[in-house]
């Protein structure tokens, strides 16, 4: 069973900044993209960042340009540099890797981020 294990979740306040990390527990096989979803109380989860493995990267219109996401193939390790963040950032943040060999997607438990004014 793989396992990711994310950390660096916290409060911190507005304009602050936190780096989220996310370790697969053994190797993934075909990895096709890694990226982190948020879900706010009472929301849907919604995708934040995400990159893929030629490097190319796609983010939440609302975290442009705060938000930096970053992957390791090899090491099956992905990290998300949050600046300047906003009380509206406040979610728990789950880490997401895709393997098309294995056809299927693996989550992390889930990280909270509360942003405080």
């Known amino acids: 069973q793989v396992n990711l294990v994310e950390s660096g979740g916290g409060l911190v306040q507005a304009g602050g900044s936190l780096r989220l990390s996310c370790a697969a527990s053994?190797?993934?096989?075909?990895?096709?993209?890694m990226g982190w979803y948020r879900q706010a109380s009472g929301k849907g989860r919604e995708l934040v960042a995400r990159?893929?493995?030629?490097?190319?990267?796609e983010y939440l219109d609302s975290v442009k340009g705060r938000f930096t996401i970053a992957g390791d193939y090899a090491k099956t390790t992905v990290v998300l540099q949050m600046n300047s963040l906003k009380p509206e950032d406040t979610a728990v943040y789950y880490c997401?890797?895709?393997?098309w060999g294995k056809g299927r997607d693996y989550w992390g438990q889930g990280t909270q981020v509360t942003v405080s004014s």
């Open positions: 997401n890797l895709y393997s």
């Open positions: 990159v893929r493995n030629d490097g190319s990267t």
């Open positions: 053994e190797a993934i096989s075909s990895v096709l993209t």
